[in-house]
């Protein structure tokens, strides 16, 4: 069970996972011992996965964001799987969600042009079997991108 220090934590490398042990003990008012101790039992967990660096998309020649609605034919396991193995192959996807409603999936796409991501659809994401339909919405711009969790109430 995380308590208000683990929480504290995780919310000072959410903010900047580059953070010295001594400089994050000093955030969150705890030795360097104690906090190093509960850092590497935050990991061992899996409650802290890895550490990463943000990077601008359009820096780096990617400016089309699209998020694509997947409906397979049939929901059996076999073609959940080859669906899924499928995607995992796809480096332009950067995230799939399993979904409620209407959809089965929904994927965010990063593409550096519209052509690219057409050439996306019809050589790769097409040739996964299984798909029934699928519709694509691109996102003109991000309004709001949170890279912290929200604080949690006891």
Do not use: W
């Not at 208000?4 to 994050?24: C, P, T, V």
């Not at 020649?61 to 997947?70: D, Q, W």
């Not at 995992?88 to 990063?110: F, I, K, N, R, W």
């Amino acid at each position: 069970m995380l308590d208000k220090i683990d929480y504290k934590i995780i919310a000072e490398l959410q903010q900047n996972a580059r953070l010295s042990n001594q400089e994050l003990s000093e955030q969150i008012a705890l030795s360097p011992s104690p906090c190093l101790r509960r850092v590497r039992q935050l990991e061992d967990s899996g409650i802290i996965k890895g550490y990463t660096a943000i990077v601008d998309q359009e820096a780096c020649g990617l400016p089309v964001t699209a998020f694509i609605s997947i409906r397979l034919e049939k929901q059996t396991d076999t073609s959940i799987r080859r669906f899924e193995l499928g995607i995992e192959e796809l480096d332009e996807v950067m995230a799939c969600y399993l979904m409620s409603g209407t959809s089965d999936y929904m994927l965010q796409v990063l593409s550096a042009s519209l052509k690219d991501y057409e050439r996306f659809i019809r050589d790769k994401l097409t040739r996964i079997p299984g798909i029934g339909t699928l519709e694509t919405h691109f996102a003109f711009g991000q309004v709001k991108r949170k890279r912290i969790f929200p604080e949690l109430t006891e």
